[in-house]
Structure formats: C-alpha cells, structure tokens
C-alpha cells in the first residue's frame, strides 16, 4: 500500500502522454514502466531499434524535457510538491531505496516512483560513490553538511569498535553544525546513518565500520565473537552453536562451533567446554599454564593465593587447581611455605 496520496502509475502514464511513440516506448524500457519493472540499457535500446547508445540517450534527454515543459507536467505540480515535502519528513536527503521502500514495496510502483524523481524538480540524485549509497535530495547545502558528519563519525570509530545505536546516534548528531532542529530526530539519525557505506550495523544492532568482521560477518567465528560478547560472561560452546541458529538463523552445528573455537585467538577456554573473550582479559592456557603465568607475573605465592587468582581466570574446581599445583614437575614449595616454578 503506498504511503502517498497519489498513484505513481497513474502520473507517470499521465506525463507519459506527452510524447511521441518512440520516445515513450523509450523511456517506459529505460525506466521499467511497462509490465516488466526492469530497467532496460541503452545498448539494449538500441539494439532493438537499431540505433546508437547514444542516440539513445539524446532521445532519453529530449522526452524528459519535453515532459517537463508539457502542460501534463504543469497538471501535477500538486504531486510533486507532495513528494518534496516526503523527501523533507524523511530527513532532507535520504537512500533511494529507503525512499523508494517507504512509498511502496511493490516493485513496478517503484520503478514509477523513480521515474516521477528523475522528471521532477526540485530533486536531485547523487549516484552512489566509495563512501555513500545513491541518495535523493533536495537541499545541496544540508547534504554536504551530513556527508561530511557522517566522514567524521566515521574517522572516531576505532576499526573493531562496537557502538550501541543510542550512542552512534548521540555521536553523530554532536557532529552535525547548523540543521534545523526537525531534522534531529532519532529517525531520521538512523536514515542519514544508513546513507554510509562505511558504517554499518550488525545483526544484534551495533554499530561500527562495514570493513571490520564484527559489523560485516562472514562465518562461525564473527558469529560466535557476537554471540559471546553480547553474552557478556563466559558461556558454553553448545550455548553459543545454539544462539547463532537462533540470532543469525544460520544453522550451527555444535562440534564445528566449538572447533571454530579453539582455531581462533579471540576467544579463550576458561572452564569445561565454557568459552570467554580473550579481549576480557582472561590467560591463555590449561590450568598449568595459568598458574606459571600468574606465579611469573606476581612471584612466590601461597595455595590460598593461587586458588584465588586462578579461579579469576578459570572457571574450574578447587580441587583442579591444586592437583595441578603439587605437579612436582612445574612447581615447588620453597623455604617460606609458597609456590614457585621449577628452573
């Protein structure tokens, strides 16, 4: 159902009747607004009537500015002037396919949609480039503002940083000098957000650069990092097989979750099958490897001391840390009663 007080087929058809056979029969396979929502090349154009790309194009050009100059066109300044103040609502310059969706979801509504965009004025369309999507606009000045925002957003995230949407929002908007007030909205926030192509939000909806493997995840470990990190303690790997099916509805089988798992350095082994996030601070290694670690980093200790500190880094039984400890191996007693490693 579309979200405008006007058809768009039906206008177009309208201003469509402005022109000459050729010329019509040209713009509705450039446009896709015949019964196949296609948009057509002007090689395949030309091919059908044997003519060049270009002469395409001059008859392309032509149509649209005799459309524009047409008492048709004049008709439904009404309907322009509504889209105008759509494209205003939605935030001043916003995604073509976001504006698009927003009118309708059918696809041949679309295609009728775009073209109104592309014959209408004040309408403006940038095409798409390294840092930013295809976007309509009609305020030049208001898009350079958000453009350059949104390169500043971008240059204070760090390359892995996760960031909340309430938080990437707060940033961007300090970003933003000299905009009306209507348009900070968190809505239309997120629309301008959506605009990047190098910003990007991930599945559980953090955001943070589209390079970094946590917004852009392409398998089981970025799954699992997000999963883990959402979790916010240590969880166990059937668990985390489980929420990827559920969070990412990608099917996780549990035994290549877990060797996944131990492949990868961002996440360490902590307790029986319970995985944590290395970056949480937590010692590499079984339970012998913790204790050398924490006895090389803060000399000689007691047992006591030594239970304490490992069962921070591990989520095992008392009993485990203390078999490990009198591996006469590893450790010893020295003259004062604590533990220290063997030379």
């Known amino acids: 159902m579309s979200t405008t007080s006007f058809k768009p087929k ?5 201003l469509l009747g402005a022109l000459q056979e050729r010329s019509k029969d040209v713009i509705i396979r450039r446009y896709g607004l015949g019964k196949d929502p296609e948009l057509m090349t002007l090689d395949a154009i030309g091919k059908i009537y044997g003519i060049t790309r270009e002469r395409v ?3 392309e050009n032509h149509a649209l500015n005799a459309i524009r100059k047409s008492k048709n066109y004049s008709e439904e300044k009404a309907v322009f002037d509504e889209i105008e103040k759509l494209i205003h609502k939605l935030g001043g310059i916003i995604v073509e396919q976001d504006l698009l969706d927003f009118v309708s979801k059918d696809a041949n509504t679309q295609s009728h949609m775009n073209f109104l965009l592309v014959v209408g ?10 840092d930013f999507k295809h976007r309509w606009l009609i305020d030049e000045t208001l898009a350079d503002k958000i453009h350059n925002s949104l390169k500043k957003l971008y240059e204070s995230l760090k390359d892995n940083e996760l960031v909340s949407e ?14 009306a007030d209507q348009y900070k909205t968190e809505e239309i926030a997120k629309r301008w957000l959506g605009l990047s192509k190098k910003i990007g939000k991930n599945p559980l909806g953090e955001w943070g ?3 970094s493997s946590n917004i852009s995840t392409k398998g089981m470990r970025d799954y699992a990092y997000l999963v883990i990190r959402k979790h916010g303690s240590p969880i166990h ?5 489980k929420a990827i099916t559920t969070v990412f509805n990608k099917k996780a089988h549990v035994a290549t ?14 307790g029986r099958g319970l995985y944590a996030l290395t970056e949480w601070g937590y010692m590499n290694g079984v339970v012998k490897d913790v204790i050398k670690k924490l006895i090389e980093k803060s000399g000689p200790m007691t047992k006591a001391d030594v239970v304490e500190k ?5 989520y095992v039984k008392e009993n485990t840390i203390i078999i490990n400890l009198q591996n006469k191996k590893y450790f010893k007693k020295n003259k004062d009663g604590k533990y220290e490693i063997v030379k």
């Open 310 to 314: 490992v069962m921070k880094e591990r």
């Open 209 to 211: 650069k589209s390079e």
């Open 57 to 59: 194009r001059q008859i």
């Open 257 to 270: 979750t877990h060797n996944e798992l131990i492949k990868d350095p961002r996440f360490v082994l902590v």
């Open 166 to 179: 309430p938080e990437i929002i707060k940033a961007f908007l300090n970003y933003i000098e000299d905009v």
């Open 237 to 241: 790997f059937r668990e985390v097989a």
């Open 10 to 14: 039906q206008v177009s058809k309208k």
């Open 121 to 130: 004025h004040p309408f403006k369309k940038i095409k798409e480039d390294e």
